[in-house]
């Protein structure tokens, strides 16, 4: 399970990772990886890493935000 908005953008962003094959794409829910989403304040947050750093996030859904944001770090 999961919030609602979580559950709408989860099917794009399976669909995106088939798309944007060049990007690694992972799914953490704040439930069940406390650990690895404790400083999650807003949910889906989107972050996105180069190298090993994050170079940048994203908050909330929207399937087309999120395909420009993928586009633009692909």
Known sequence: QGCGVCNQI????????NEF???????AHVDECPETTQNIRYTPTFHFYRDGERVDEMFGAGEERLRDRLWLHS
């Open 10 to 17: 989860l099917p794009p962003f399976c669909k995106f990772s």
């Open 21 to 27: 094959k060049n990007l690694t794409f992972v799914y």
